[in-house]
């Protein structure tokens, strides 16, 4: 139904979507005027912060694009909206994502794919069918890790019923710090970005392996592999949690 009503005004969409895209690029401009001052950033060249770039962008922008609605959740919990969703023989997960769905979101993604392709012209990579899969299962993989971000920050509204900000600070905030390279953070972030809330398994630890560089906590090599792993727990987790919220809902006020 929002698609359909998006569209009646196809000409109206193209420029929001575009403007919406080009808002979301002002980010990697800011990244292009630096390297007109430095030539590396943490010893990665442009091509290489734009691969970063590219992969964690396109990855939030398929996660915004499915998910990004969740935090209208506490709005729902306040206003009492959420008991009509819950009446219907929908799932409420399901009703959540597509309520108020923009497909002008499409912007951030194609902006982050359009980054990516230019990285991967300038990186002299010797391709084959292994690092090939390796950049699709990474973008995959990426989004489902913000997508269960975006989805557990919605069950957490349940108890909290006002923690938009705090989601934002993991999915849009964590995105901006995946477009740099692990290497000019404090390896106590590094690690917290690791093994508390792995946002390293978007692109950090997969896109080393893809470039050829150490990583700078030394981990095992098959660490750079398990980014699938990683977003099947977190989707996972995302599921339990959300299934206890919605049975600890006792309406609005609750």
């Known amino acids: 139904m929002w698609v359909r009503s998006t569209m009646t005004y196809r000409a109206s969409f193209l420029v929001t979507m575009a403007g919406h895209g080009l808002a979301t690029a002002l980010d990697f401009v800011a990244i292009l005027i630096m390297f007109t001052h430095v030539?590396?950033?943490?010893?990665?060249?442009v091509a290489e912060v734009a691969l970063l770039y590219g992969t964690t962008s396109l990855s939030l922008g398929l996660a915004d694009l499915l998910l990004g609605n969740m935090?209208?959740?506490?709005?729902r919990i306040r206003d009492g909206t959420l008991d009509t969703l819950l009446v219907r023989p929908v799932p409420v997960f399901a009703q959540l994502a597509a309520d108020?769905?923009?497909?002008?979101?499409?912007?951030?993604?194609?902006?982050?794919?359009?980054?990516?392709?230019?990285?991967?012209?300038?990186?002299?990579?010797?391709?084959?069918?292994?690092r090939a899969l390796l950049l699709v299962v990474m973008v995959v993989?990426?989004?489902?890790?913000?997508?269960?971000?975006?989805?557990?920050?919605?069950?957490?509204?349940?108890?909290?019923?006002?923690a938009a900000e705090a989601q934002n600070s993991f999915t849009y905030g964590g995105s901006t710090l995946l477009q740099y390279p692990p290497t000019i953070f404090a390896k106590d972030l590094v690690r917290g970005v690791t093994f508390v809330v792995p946002l390293a398994f978007v692109n950090w630890l997969p896109a080393l392996r893809l470039l050829g560089r150490d990583d700078p906590l030394g981990l095992p090599g098959w660490v750079d592999l398990l980014s699938p792993v990683v977003?099947?727990?977190?989707?996972?987790?995302?599921?339990?949690?959300?299934?206890?919220?919605?049975?600890?809902?006792?309406?609005t006020g609750s």
């Open 231 to 251: 977003a099947a727990a977190m989707c996972g987790l995302t599921a339990l949690v959300w299934r206890a919220g919605v049975r600890s809902y006792r309406s």
């Open 39 to 45: 030539e590396t950033l943490g010893g990665f060249g």
């Open 141 to 162: 993989s990426g989004g489902a890790i913000f997508g269960s971000l975006f989805a557990l920050g919605g069950a957490f509204q349940f108890w909290a019923q006002d």
């Open 71 to 75: 935090d209208r959740l506490g709005a």
């Open 100 to 130: 108020r769905f923009a497909l002008r979101r499409l912007g951030r993604v194609t902006q982050g794919l359009l980054v990516l392709a230019w990285s991967l012209t300038r990186l002299d990579l010797d391709w084959s069918p292994g």
